[in-house]
């Protein structure tokens, strides 16, 4: 009848077990001190007699007695040894193991508090919080219905975001079977549209986009696969590109430090030479930066004369 054996882990689940069967068999006044043990005599025509009544309260205070020892593990059993009445083996027993179940009650509270789903289905996380909610139900501190649609919604994980925040604010919040109901049909839902693998969540959408472009700046033009923004491929890892000069083609220095710079324009043709003029002009460049130009977009960037520009302008 007594299933469950009391052990240093399991009081207020032996208690609830135990309990009912005490008062339905109105057995219970025995353990909790109301119904004390009669007197063992009694005077019957000036003789002392054996009292009736103290016999039938002994056989029944055994038989509470024997009740509670059989559903003792040999731990516990050790805690009632040499006791003789169902009240000491009781008292004994509570004193022995009930602070021990109220810090497992904490505890369970704790796992329900910090469960999360994980890469678990709806289903069988589901299965997880139930479980520890039912042990705290059978250990006689049942978990509100708010409380429990609270902790499910938020151990669901950044996938449920959007559902979870939509149900947190539903007034009044439905019931936690309703509720797994819903979050099962939205993880079919999700499955439907992104196969086995859900979608990202905003917030790992967004470290993402972050990461590209930390990458994408740290890499001077780089992708973050290692490939410049023109297709060709980064020069990490073999060595930094030598200088090389676009006026007179040779390497080892950029044009705008390039020592026939001046010469150049001035044995240049007129085209030429305001070319290579508005390129001196205008150039930032130096020893430390690649001879990269942003593209504009524009059709023309440098004309050999004022009266080009104006044309190109008015046209």
Known sequence: MLTIKLNSSNYLLWKNQ???????????????????APSKTTTVDAKEAPNPEYVSWLESDQRIRLLLQSSLTEEAMAEVLGLSSSREVWLALESAYSHDSMERSQNIKDALRQLKKGVLSVSDFAKKFKSLCDQLSAIGTPVSEDDKCHWFLCGLGPTFETFSTAHRAIQPRPLFRDLLAKAEGHELFITSLHGSNPAPSPAAFMAYQQQSRSQFRGGRGRSACGQSPRGGYSSRGRGRRSPHCQLCRNDGHYASSCPDLASYA?????SAANLAQAFHADCTLNDYTP???????????????????YGSFTK
């Open 18 to 36: 135990v309990e009912p069967l005490l008062h339905h068999q109105d057995w219970y006044r025995f353990v909790n001190g109301s119904y004390t």
């Open 266 to 270: 001035n044995k240049s043709s007129h």
């Open 291 to 309: 001879d990269w130009n942003s593209d504009s977009g524009a059709t023309l960037h440098m004309a050999p004369s004022p009266n080009d520009v």
